[in-house]
C-alpha cells in the first residue's frame, strides 16, 4: 500500500536534547510537507522540499532543521533552540501527478519536559 | 499573504441534520485552491472536499457540499444526513495555483455530532 508513514506516534524527550521525527513516503511524491499543530492553533508550516537536496522555511522554521537527501525521506529535528517543541507534527507529501493535493501522514505527537 | 479565518470554534448538531460551517479567507490572488479537511479523533487528516476558484460550480462530494463565493471570498461546508463518524476538527485551507505551493490553514471547528 503506498502511503506516509511517521514514527513514532509519540515521543518523549527531556528538554535541551535535539529530536528527530521521521517521515517515510512511497508515493513517489516530489514534494514533502512538515507542519505543527497547537490546540486551537490549526497546522502551521515548519519547512518544506520541493526536490531532493532542496528545502525552503515555512512560517516557524526557527528551532528545527530538515534534509532532504532522499526522495522518499524528509526526517525533521526538533533542536534544543526551539522553545516550545512539545506538539503534534504532521508530516505530507504531494506531486503534480495528483494535482498537487496534499497527503498527510499520521502525525507524531512530540512531548518535551 | 493569504489569512484563512474559520469564526466558529464549535459546533454541535444531532444526527441527520444538516450543519454549515464557515470560512472566509484573504488573498490577492485570483486563481488558487481550498478545502476542507477532516481530522477525526484518530488525528489522521483526511481530505473532505477541493474547490477551484476558476470553477463557479460549487464542489460537491456526496453529503458534503461548498458555497463558494468568490467576491465575498467566503468558503462555507454543508454536511448534509449528519452521521456520527462526522464528529470530528474540520479545517479550512488555502493554496496558490502554483506548483507545489503550501497550505495556509484556518484554526479549525469542532463539530460534533450527536445521536
Known amino acids: 500500500d503506498g502511503g506516509i508513514t511517521q514514527s513514532p506516534k509519540y515521543l518523549f524527550r527531556k528538554e535541551g536534547q535535539n529530536v528527530t521525527l521521521s517521515c517515510e513516503q512511497n508515493?513517489?511524491?516530489?514534494?514533502m510537507y512538515w507542519y505543527r499543530q497547537d490546540p486551537g492553533q490549526g497546522l502551521r508550516l515548519i519547512y518544506y522540499?520541493?526536490?531532493?537536496?532542496?528545502?525552503q522555511k515555512g512560517d516557524i522554521a526557527e528551532g528545527y532543521s530538515v534534509s532532504r537527501e532522499k526522495k522518499e525521506s524528509f526526517p525533521l529535528t526538533v533542536t534544543s533552540a526551539q522553545k516550545n517543541p512539545t506538539a503534534f507534527y504532521l508530516c505530507?507529501?504531494?506531486?503534480?501527478?495528483?494535482?498537487?493535493?496534499?497527503?498527510f501522514g499520521p502525525g507524531t505527537r512530540l512531548t518535551v519536559t | 499573504a493569504q489569512t484563512v479565518t474559520q469564526s466558529q470554534p464549535e459546533m454541535s448538531v444531532q444526527e441527520a441534520e444538516t450543519v454549515t460551517l464557515s470560512c472566509t479567507y484573504d488573498?490577492?490572488?485570483?486563481?488558487?485552491?481550498l478545502f476542507w479537511y477532516k481530522q477525526p479523533p484518530s488525528r489522521q487528516m483526511i481530505l473532505v472536499i477541493r474547490?477551484?476558484?476558476?470553477?463557479?460550480q460549487n464542489a460537491t462530494e456526496n453529503r458534503f457540499s461548498v458555497n463558494f463565493q468568490k467576491a465575498a471570498k467566503s468558503f462555507s461546508l454543508k454536511i448534509s444526513d449528519s452521521q456520527l463518524g462526522d464528529t470530528a476538527m474540520y479545517f479550512c485551507?488555502?493554496?496558490?495555483?502554483?506548483?507545489?505551493?503550501?497550505?495556509?490553514f484556518g484554526k479549525g471547528t469542532m463539530l460534533l455530532v450527536s445521536p
Open positions: 505530507a507529501s504531494s506531486a503534480e501527478a495528483v494535482g498537487y493535493e496534499q497527503y
Open positions: 508515493l513517489n511524491h516530489d514534494a
Open positions: 522540499s520541493q526536490i531532493v537536496n532542496d528545502f
Open positions: 488573498t490577492s490572488e485570483n486563481n488558487y485552491y
Open positions: 474547490q477551484e476558484a476558476y470553477k463557479q
Open positions: 485551507a488555502f493554496m496558490k495555483h502554483v506548483q507545489y505551493s503550501t497550505l495556509t
